[in-house]
């Protein structure tokens, strides 16, 4: 039978999370809840923003509980199914854990997503998960740059900022970025297309 793989947060990480944070459990894969469905995880996303949710502090989305599994964006396939507008086989994209088998209740964040689209599933996590609608949402719509102004980046070597960069010179803006290290720099020039990056 398989197998429920999780990594749990065990204590909070003080600076920079080390192992002993965390601890890698193994469980039967849990039952499907009325209304629920259960998700075959096989895509991950590791994002910055899961070091602020290891933290006991008030935040946008509450703290991960100690004993809990990690959370995360997955990308994966509907297993069992009690609801109707999801079935098995189905692929789909939530707000989960880093663990094989999630539990999703639909609504939210978990949404059908269609593979096909797509190179790989994987992009859902990436260019059409939350990373790339951030960043062309926030260009877009918030922002609003004009074709020939500068837009100066910082974290522009992070996903959100490199992806921000590569759309304001679609949109026909300079682009300046901010980032730590000569090597994050000559990758903002040389792989993502920035005008000029600033160590």
């Known amino acids: 039978m398989p197998q429920n793989r999780r990594f749990l947060l065990v204590r909070r990480p003080h600076g920079s999370p ?8 193994t469980q039967a894969i849990p039952p499907v809840p009325p209304g629920g469905i259960l998700v075959r995880n096989h895509y991950a996303s590791l994002d910055p923003a899961q070091r602020g949710w ?5 935040s946008y989305m509450p703290p991960i509980p100690l004993g809990d599994p990690v959370r995360a964006t997955t990308v994966g ?9 999801f079935t098995v ?11 094989d088998y999630s539990i999703a209740h639909p609504g939210g964040f978990t949404m059908p997503i269609d593979v096909d689209a797509v190179p790989s599933p994987s992009s859902y996590l ?8 951030t960043a062309y949402f926030g260009l877009t719509e918030v922002a609003k740059p ?12 992070g996903a959100v900022g490199s992806a921000v960069g590569q759309i304001g010179r679609i949109m026909g803006c300079r682009v300046v970025g901010i980032a730590g290290g000569p090597d994050k720099c000559r990758r903002l020039i040389d792989d993502y297309g920035f005008d000029a990056a600033i160590d």
């Open 126 to 133: 990436s260019a059409l998960g939350a990373v790339g609608l």
């Open 54 to 58: 290891m933290d006991d502090a008030e």
């Open 77 to 85: 396939v509907v297993e069992a199914s009690d609801n109707p507008d």
């Open 18 to 25: 080390r192992a002993e944070d965390f601890a890698l459990e």
């Open 89 to 99: 086989g189905q692929w789909v994209m939530g707000l989960n854990a880093l663990e």
């Open 146 to 157: 004009q074709p020939g102004e500068t837009l100066l980046i910082s974290g522009a070597a």
